[in-house]
Every structure is written in structure tokens, then in C-alpha cells.
């Protein structure tokens, strides 16, 4: 990266990108959770299939940020404390700042999607649940 500033546009362009695939991912996880109910195979494979896309996508964009962070040097540790939602630093312009509030957005929304997706996987797999064995 050729300076701070760069890095930190860099960094807000893909946090931006992956806070909307986050709160895609919740809203399709709260349609499948729906069509669940209603028991609609239909929608519940359809779901899963775009909700599958939207975590690659996710995925994609989490690896280049890490990338970038590395490239980032000194900047790289407040960038990954921001990413955490941690309090470490004080972000010092308006990027970083912005990488800071929508990474404790996307963590917020992540949250919620894992709360949806317990009840989805317990309802699902009883006993074998993913959820159960990590608890």
C-alpha cells in the first residue's frame, strides 16, 4: 500500500462489502427459517443455496481483507482490533472510524444470524446438532 489512507479506503471498501453479505446471509437465514415452518422443500433448498453463495462470496472478501492487513504493518494491528469490535485504539480519520463502526455492525448481525441458525440446526439435527457438540 502506498500510504495509510490507501489502505484504510482499501480495508472500508471490502468491511463495507462484507457487512451487506452479512445482512444478506441474516436475511436468508430468517426466509429459511420461515420456509422451515411451513415446511416448503422448494424455498428451504433455494435458500440454502443462496444463503451458500453469499457465505463464499463472504469468505472472498474476508481473505482479501486479511491480506491487506498484513500488507498493512504498524496499521495492520488496529485494523484487525477494529475488525474484532475490539476498543484498543481510537481511530484517527473518518475510514477508520467507519471500519471500526461497521465491523461491530457486521459482528452485531452476525450474531443474530448465528442465533437464527442454532435454533434451525437444533430443530434439524436434534441431538447431533453442530451447536450441541460446541457448547
Known amino acids: 500500500m502506498e500510504n495509510r489512507e490507501e489502505l484504510l479506503t ?4 471490502r468491511v463495507q462489502r ?4 452479512m445482512v444478506e446471509i441474516e436475511r436468508v437465514t430468517k426466509d429459511l427459517a420461515e420456509a422451515m415452518s411451513r415446511n416448503d422443500q422448494e424455498s428451504i433448498q433455494l ?5 451458500q453463495e453469499e457465505l463464499e462470496q463472504f469468505q472472498e472478501t ?3 481483507i486479511r491480506v491487506l492487513v498484513e500488507a498493512g504493518g504498524e496499521e495492520g494491528e488496529m485494523i484487525r482490533s477494529w475488525l474484532r469490535g475490539e476498543n484498543r485504539y481510537e481511530p484517527k480519520s473518518f475510514e477508520a472510524g467507519k471500519i471500526k463502526e461497521l465491523s461491530g455492525q457486521l459482528l452485531q448481525s452476525l450474531n443474530r444470524t448465528i442465533s437464527i441458525d442454532k435454533v434451525l440446526n437444533m430443530k434439524v439435527t436434534g441431538k447431533d446438532s453442530y451447536y450441541q457438540s460446541a457448547q
Open 47 to 51: 435458500l440454502i443455496k443462496m444463503r
Open 10 to 13: 482499501e480495508v472500508l471498501k
Open 18 to 21: 462484507n457487512y451487506v453479505h
Open 62 to 64: 474476508k481473505q482479501e
